[in-house]
């Protein structure tokens, strides 16, 4: 295993939740890094991205302004607040091909195993 997401559990409506990405055997301070998500029964879409300095990021619309992506050494973080309960789903972590952080999700080569996030009503 490269990549080790956590920090995923149970919280209610407009909690916050700090996720960790924790890379391993190998370094990725230079490749541009994201976070992912799951839902059951959809399929994964891109949550934020990260450029190799942590100097550009992204957001999808429906998590701006209340998630925000950094990186530190070679671990990238998610930290969520005013969760909803759409946010529930499986959270993953990846690394990809480029240094600049790509929306493309297929552009994401090394992928952790995923952490759970639940958000309670």
């Known amino acids: 295993v490269q990549l080790q997401a956590s920090g995923g559990g149970l919280v209610q409506a407009g909690g916050s939740l700090r996720l960790s990405c924790a890379a391993s055997?190998?370094?990725?301070?230079?490749?541009?890094m994201g976070w992912f998500r799951q839902a059951p029964g959809k399929s994964r879409e891109i949550v934020a991205t990260?450029?190799?300095?942590?100097?550009r990021t992204t957001y999808t619309d429906s998590v701006k302004g209340r998630f925000t992506i950094s990186r530190s050494q070679n671990t990238v973080y998610l930290q969520m607040d005013n969760l909803k309960p759409e946010d529930t789903a499986v959270y993953y972590c990846a690394a990809g091909r480029g240094s600049l952080g790509s929306t493309d999700i297929a552009s994401y080569m090394y992928w952790g195993q995923g952490t759970l996030v639940t958000v309670s009503s």
């Open positions: 055997r190998r370094t990725f301070s230079n490749n541009g």
């Open positions: 990260i450029d190799w300095n942590g100097g």
